[in-house]
């Protein structure tokens, strides 16, 4: 059977002109944010839950893999296909229905092609939002397949404490629907089977609808920078913040002077709050949010974080070099144009990684003591969501480095990044990016051989087609 | 082989002294809060990870039905054997070493029979706690298994969400550790096959440690009891206090004026709020908490909580027929009373169920119109987390009404209201009671096949023997 009849057969099932096989067309869905791309069989875009289970069904029939795809914003290569030709991507970007918002349940039912700036601007006029927040603009589904993290993540959890439930197809012969969609909040009348789905890349089945948590927006929001004494510093601050305002701490998002002094070259509309040339070595920004505006007798939240500030200095501890009140608004454009300063400024090697908050200082301290004599001539630029342990470990090299003509170079410097992390952390080598074909050999080689076997079983018992860039 | 010959095997696994075989000795391990008992062949009591493991072996190889069992505090008969005889109590409870607190991570490292209110004394000296509020001091591995919610999950989310890592012995020749222990907030590194053990009541493996996440112990409460002037007007004030003091915001509990009527009659200490002899048909009790004290010139809560009563009292939609703000100990000694002076006061029959928070009160006016016509003479004594959806719907039949001594009726009674949760409004019939063979006919009755079929493939997939009450 070739393509061309797998092509046929599959426009009699979801219709001629939702299949793309023209190289014009498919090459938005080859490649992704940071891979060179791959090559796609065809790329199918259904339009229901019911057109995904056809589809899923034929190709379980007929071997055909297939790697779904939201808005394709994915930084681990886990939404396109491999340079074989042999993959088919399965775009969910048409499942973008917004069928239920619920206001008292504060909860939205979505396609999975909803993508999160849509549903976000639906929410506006009930005063809710969902408050997974992230730089990229992501479709739910790929939201709930990656198991999203970001900025947030202290005050909201990620996506997984935010689905109630969802809607998945298993590739098999019936491209069988698992309704797992409960609007209940409390429910334990069994297994959770969702959890399966999220965060799992697609590979035990493709998630076609969801129902998430809302949360009231917030209202008023205060935020300051904060450049911390000495790195053991961080923590103390960390934890002084969530004792003296933990109703209102909403972020805590660590910033190295590498990163800083990138964004601020790339984008010379930004403003240094740091003033003139003087950049910290770390900085740490704030955040305090509520979700009303003070009433008469209420301290606004900047005098609130004023006062805390003040606390902090007075702290026999010291754990303050300086702080800084800011413009929420200029202080998030400096936050969010970190990541594309560093990636402007050279050959990026970026790490997702997590560890226990306490570690993370620990970790930077010790890269920046090793990696020069492992890998000189290497800058760090690490930012990240020191909040929830989670960091941005960015590695920047000269775009003329020599060595990166060497693959051997950047497999060898993962490798040795990892295993610190893995083996000397107990740390994540993926925190909120979930899995792609880019971390295959590092799933591989880190879970241990008895989750493996049962992560396998799992997915042969669920699937018997292959339906992700990943391999479980 | 005999028993006999399986307790002389079994000793020599974890000693003479860790089993229980005296009809005297096993009898506390018999009989559950709720259920008349039934009878172990013999109670195992080991005192770690190891020590279940090498029981867990031995029992898979000869087939011995492994009842687990953490603080026997459950309510739907999860930790008792049933009156065969032919099943054997695992307790737990000795395997109660906190063997770390990471105030920095916010988490605690806890054996499964740890009880919550020896981690929570623990924590007290870190500012911390393990913020699940429940009337019951069950243990942490039984908290797990089940995954309770309680008054605060509006606030913190449940077990489930509040949980990191966790080791779990699988049921099977090897007895084996399949090891989750990992201290980050942010992993996704691969399936997370947490959610396997949490809430199903040890039927696929028996957690014996775990990690989890704590918060700042609240410095500052305020409460009010809320008479809604409507049904529909619990919607609104739901809503409007989320949007207004969100951040502050941590219980929403609604309590029928029966159930307040039979607490007042069973504790003569209770004083009533509501002055002499008015009851209302509903309160509302509500909660705010900071993790601070106020500041200088910074409003206690309690004028926060005024405040926003005031603005109630003033909204176009009246939702409010009564409001009086209370002493927290007080009020919250009432609301914990209600579920002893419920069982006192009759024969109990109590569901413990979950709607969309919308939903709950739809319920309850469909139930006290319909429930007279139904079955005469009951009362309906409900009260719950109606902020997180959640409902204990009391019902109670006089001790000597002769429908008592009619199997049938209860069952019947059952099925009739549970029919009408699930069927008619996609309701839980187990909003955070978990499984126990209480719920096992409802669990055969309401899981759609095709889900039934997974939880028994995953369950053969990593079990051979049977260790839980619940079959799944």
């Known amino acids: 059977v070739t393509n061309h009849n797998h092509i046929s057969a599959l426009e009699k099932i979801i219709g001629k002109e939702n299949i793309l096989t023209d190289p014009h067309d498919t090459a938005p869905y080859e490649k992704g944010w940071r891979d060179d791309g791959g090559k796609a069989a065809f790329v199918l875009r259904p339009h229901n839950t019911n057109d995904v289970s056809r589809i899923l069904s034929y190709c379980a029939k007929n071997n055909i893999h297939i790697i779904p795809q939201g808005a394709n914003t994915g930084l681990v290569s886990g939404s396109t296909p491999d340079t074989s030709g042999a993959h088919?991507?399965?775009?969910?970007?048409?499942?973008?229905t917004i069928f239920h918002i619920d206001p008292i349940n504060r909860t939205a039912h979505v396609g999975a092609g909803c993508k999160l700036s849509?549903?976000?601007?639906?929410?506006?006029?009930?005063?809710?939002?969902?408050?997974?927040?992230?730089?990229?603009?992501?479709?739910?589904?790929?939201?709930?397949?990656?198991?999203?993290?970001?900025?947030?993540?202290?005050?909201y959890g990620g996506v997984r404490e935010n689905t109630l439930g969802l809607r998945a197809i298993l590739s098999d012969e019936d491209g069988t629907l698992i309704d797992l969609l409960h609007p209940c909040r409390k429910n334990n009348t069994g297994p959770d089977l969702k959890h399966l789905f999220i965060g799992t890349s697609g590979a035990f089945g493709i998630i076609t609808e969801a129902l998430v948590n809302l949360a009231p927006l917030p209202q008023q929001t205060?935020?300051?920078?904060?450049?911390?004494?000495?790195?053991?510093?961080?923590?103390?601050?960390?934890?002084?913040?969530e004792r003296r305002c933990g109703n209102y701490f909403s972020a805590f998002e660590g910033m190295s002077g590498e990163a800083i002094k990138r964004a601020l070259a790339h984008s010379p509309t930004l403003t240094n709050p740091f003033g003139r040339d003087?950049?910290?070595?770390?900085?740490?920004?704030?955040?305090?949010?509520?979700?009303?505006?003070?009433?008469?007798?209420?301290?606004?939240?900047?005098?609130?974080?004023?006062?805390?500030?003040?606390?902090?200095?007075?702290?026999?501890?010291?754990?303050?070099?300086?702080?800084?009140?800011?413009?929420?608004?200029?202080?998030?454009?400096?936050?969010?144009?970190?990541?594309?300063?560093?990636?402007?400024?050279?050959?990026l090697i970026a790490f997702d990684i997590a560890f226990k908050r306490g570690d993370v200082m620990n970790f930077l301290m010790q890269m920046h003591k090793q990696l020069p004599a492992q890998f000189p001539d290497i800058a760090i630029c690490d930012f990240g969501h020191i909040g929830d342990g989670g960091v941005h470990f960015n590695l920047v090299v000269a775009k003329d480095d020599p060595r990166l003509s060497d693959n051997s170079f950047e497999t060898n410097l993962r490798r040795w990044v990892y295993d610190c992390v893995v083996r000397e952390y107990n740390g994540s080598f993926s925190a909120e990016h979930a899995l792609g074909r880019k971390n295959q050999m590092f799933y591989d080689l880190y879970t241990p051989q008895n989750i493996k076997n049962i992560n396998h079983k799992i997915k042969n018992l669920l699937c018997t087609g292959e339906i992700s860039a990943i391999l479980l």
């Open 222 to 241: 205060a935020t300051a920078l904060l450049i911390p004494r000495t790195p053991e510093s961080v923590n103390t601050l960390l934890m002084e913040m």
């Open 88 to 96: 088919c991507v399965l775009s969910l970007s048409r499942l973008n």
């Open 118 to 155: 849509a549903l976000n601007a639906t929410l506006e006029e009930h005063g809710l939002y969902f408050p997974i927040d992230l730089g990229a603009d992501p479709t739910i589904g790929g939201m709930l397949a990656t198991n999203t993290g970001g900025g947030r993540f202290l005050k």
């Open 278 to 347: 003087a950049i910290p070595n770390y900085a740490i920004l704030l955040e305090l949010t509520r979700t009303w505006t003070p009433r008469v007798g209420e301290q606004p939240l900047t005098d609130i974080l004023e006062s805390i500030l003040s606390e902090l200095w007075a702290m026999p501890e010291e754990p303050l070099e300086n702080a800084l009140l800011g413009d929420p608004a200029k202080l998030w454009a400096l936050r969010h144009a970190l990541s594309e300063g560093v990636q402007k400024s050279g050959k």
